[in-house]
C-alpha cells in the first residue's frame, strides 16, 4: 500500500531563517506530487505541483521554492523565511497522469516568530 | 478557471441528525468531485468521491449526490456520531488538471 511521510511534524523558526519541509512517498512510481499551505485552519492553497523529477510547476509567487531530487521525495524551501509564510503545510500525491484522488501527509505546521 | 463554493462555513448538529453540506463549480467540464475530512492538526483524508457519469454514491452513513445540469453536488451525512466532527472539503476537477477545492465547512457534532 502507498504512504506518504511529511517531515518534521513541527517547526518553530525565526524570521530571516532558512526552511526546508521533506516529503517522501512510498509504494507507487512516479506519482504527482503536490505542496499546499494551510492558513487559519481552512483553505488549501496550492503552492507547487511535480509530475516527474526535476519538473515543478509554481502557483502562487512567493518566496517559497520546491525542488524533486528523486522520484518519490518532494522538498519545500526558502531562503529567508517571511511571518507570512506561517502557516499548516500539506503534501500530497496522486497517480502518474492524472490528479484524480489526492492523498495527503499528516502535515508540518511552521511557525515563524 | 475552475471555481467551488461551499456552503455553510459552519455547521452545528446533534448527535443523531443529518448533516448536508453543499458545493457549486463553475467549469462544466469537470468530472471528478472528491470529499476530504480533516480533523485537527492531521492531513485531509479522502472520504468519498463520484464522478460525472454517476448521479449519487453511498457508503455506509455518507452519500454524495451530483447534479451536472446544475452544477452542484452534496455531502449528505446521516445518524451523525462526535466522531464526525471536523472540516469536511469538496472538491471538482477535470481529468489530469488540479483539483479546485472549496473553503470548507467546519462539522460539529453535539452529543
Known amino acids: 500500500s502507498q504512504t506518504i511521510h511529511q517531515w518534521p511534524a513541527t517547526l518553530v523558526q525565526p524570521v530571516g531563517s532558512p526552511l526546508s519541509l521533506e516529503c517522501t512517498v512510498e509504494?507507487?512510481?512516479?506519482?504527482?506530487l503536490y505542496w499546499y499551505r494551510q492558513a487559519a485552519g481552512r483553505g488549501l492553497q496550492l503552492l507547487f505541483y511535480?509530475?516527474?523529477?526535476?519538473?515543478i510547476s509554481s502557483e502562487v509567487p512567493q518566496n517559497l521554492s520546491a525542488s524533486r531530487p528523486q522520484d518519490r521525495q518532494f522538498i519545500l524551501s526558502s531562503k529567508k523565511l517571511l511571518l507570512s509564510d506561517s502557516g499548516f503545510y500539506l503534501c500530497?500525491?496522486?497517480?502518474?497522469?492524472?490528479?484524480?484522488?489526492?492523498?495527503f501527509g499528516p502535515g508540518t505546521r511552521l511557525t515563524v516568530t | 478557471g475552475e471555481n467551488v463554493e461551499q456552503h455553510p462555513s459552519t455547521l452545528s448538529v446533534q448527535e443523531g441528525d443529518s448533516a448536508v453540506i453543499k458545493c457549486t463549480y463553475s467549469?462544466?467540464?469537470?468530472?471528478?468531485f472528491p470529499w476530504y475530512k480533516q480533523e485537527l492538526g492531521k492531513g485531509p483524508q479522502l472520504i468519498i468521491d463520484?464522478?460525472?457519469?454517476?448521479g449519487e454514491k453511498k457508503d455506509q452513513r455518507i452519500a454524495v449526490t451530483l447534479n451536472k445540469t446544475a452544477k452542484h453536488f452534496s455531502l449528505h451525512i446521516t445518524e451523525t456520531q462526535p466522531e464526525d466532527s471536523a472540516v469536511y472539503f469538496c472538491?471538482?476537477?477535470?481529468?489530469?488538471?488540479?483539483?479546485?477545492f472549496g473553503r470548507g465547512t467546519s462539522l460539529i457534532v453535539h452529543p
Open positions: 500530497a500525491w496522486s497517480v502518474e497522469g492524472g490528479s484524480y484522488e489526492q492523498y
Open positions: 509504494g507507487t512510481s512516479n506519482p504527482n
Open positions: 511535480s509530475v516527474g523529477i526535476g519538473q
Open positions: 467549469d462544466s467540464a469537470s468530472n471528478y
Open positions: 463520484i464522478r460525472s457519469n454517476v
Open positions: 472538491a471538482a476537477s477535470e481529468g489530469s488538471y488540479i483539483p479546485t
